[in-house]
């Protein structure tokens, strides 16, 4: 067997001038590595969209509105609160409840644990020594949050007990 090796004096293709075409992956990825970066040490900090900055409401009322019931009877009302944030919680949650003229077993209230979402604070029962309609409130100026949270805006509601 004979093996002929051919050399050939001239190049058979011309050699490939790369240039910068195939850097430029390289150079969006060294561009987009900080942000890439900065997004997964705080994801919560960084956001591609925009969204108007809604003020937080925290709400607390009384369950049932409306009571019809006749005198020396006991009316039992839920206390109830609710904060809808997705970002902080109610530290600790301390109010008083107006009795309207009614005979109540507690006016103070408080809920130690935090919270998001809907929780029940308690049970108030009321008592009407005679006929009338009464209304058992919480004052809005009674609701302290300690720690105090900044921007929360206190709704509360009130219950109507008509005794007959």
Same mark, same amino acid.
């Given at each position: 067997?004979?093996?002929?090796?051919?050399?050939?004096?001239?190049?058979?293709?011309?050699?490939?001038?790369?240039?910068?075409?195939?850097?430029?992956?390289? %150079?969006?990825?060294?561009? !987009? $590595?900080?942000?890439? &970066?900065? =997004?997964?040490?705080? +994801?919560?900090? /960084?956001?591609?969209? @925009?969204?108007?900055?809604?003020?937080?409401?925290?709400?607390?009322?009384?369950?049932?509105?409306?009571?019809?019931?006749?005198?020396?009877?006991?009316?039992?009302?839920?206390?109830?609160?609710? %904060?809808?944030?997705?970002? !902080? $919680?109610?530290?600790? &949650?301390? =109010?008083?409840?107006? +009795?309207?003229? /009614?005979?109540?077993? @507690?006016?103070?209230?408080?809920?130690?644990?935090?919270?998001?979402?809907?929780?029940?604070?308690?049970?108030?029962?009321?008592?009407?020594?005679?006929?009338?309609?009464?209304?058992?409130?919480?004052?809005?100026?009674?609701?302290?949050?300690?720690?105090?949270?900044?921007?929360?805006?206190?709704?509360?509601?009130?219950?109507?007990?008509?005794?007959?």
């Amino acid at each position: 067997m004979d093996y002929h090796f051919v050399h050939s004096s001239r190049p058979t293709s011309k050699p490939r001038k790369y240039g910068i075409l195939p850097f430029i992956p390289l %150079f969006v990825l060294a561009a !987009a $590595l900080p942000f890439l &970066l900065v =997004f997964a040490m705080s +994801p919560s900090t /960084l956001r591609f969209t @925009t969204q108007a900055d809604e003020q937080s409401e925290l709400r607390v009322w009384l369950e049932p509105s409306r009571v019809i019931t006749s005198s020396n009877k006991d009316v039992e009302l839920v206390v109830k609160a609710s %904060f809808d944030s997705s970002s !902080a $919680l109610i530290p600790t &949650l301390n =109010f008083n409840v107006d +009795p309207g003229g /009614l005979i109540a077993d @507690t006016q103070l209230f408080t809920y130690p644990k935090p919270f998001r979402g809907e929780v029940t604070v308690g049970k108030v029962t009321v008592k009407a020594p005679r006929s009338g309609t009464y209304t058992v409130s919480i004052p809005d100026t009674s609701v302290v949050i300690a720690p105090a949270v900044l921007d929360i805006n206190i709704l509360t509601g009130s219950s109507e007990i008509l005794v007959k």
